[in-house]
């Protein structure tokens, strides 16, 4: 249970500092509601992204690995479906948007592993 809300604020504060980075992602709710969108982007990362990962293995595979931004990008824009707060203007900022939240969650992971 810690583990999936330490997940969460990871998840929050990738999608802050994707905002922060990125001029076609804008969030427009506060603290809170910046957390329950971490909260809906990790639920989600936690029932499809597996399910997601299995089915498309053989695209996976065969573009080395690339084919994950695609799946990261889809997740994220459901993301931004469920929370009328977080909004996306364009193809390139769903890119750079999963870029900075994969990369802010891979950072954390490494944190959590030498401790």
């Not at 891979?106 to 401790?115: D, G």
């Amino acid at each position: 249970m810690v583990r999936f809300l330490l997940q969460i604020i990871a998840n929050a504060i990738g999608i802050w500092l994707a905002t922060l980075i990125i001029p076609a992602i804008q969030f427009s709710g506060n603290i809170l509601q910046l957390l329950v969108a971490g909260l809906v982007l990790g639920i989600i990362n936690v029932l499809l992204k597996p399910i997601l990962k299995i089915i498309s293995s053989p695209l996976i595979i065969l573009t080395l690995g690339l084919f994950t931004i695609i799946i990261n990008m889809f997740l994220l824009w459901l993301t931004v479906k469920l929370v009328p707060d977080l909004f996306i203007a364009n193809l390139a900022g769903y890119f750079w948007g999963s870029i900075v939240i994969s990369l802010v969650n891979f950072v954390f992971h490494l944190y959590r592993k030498r401790e």
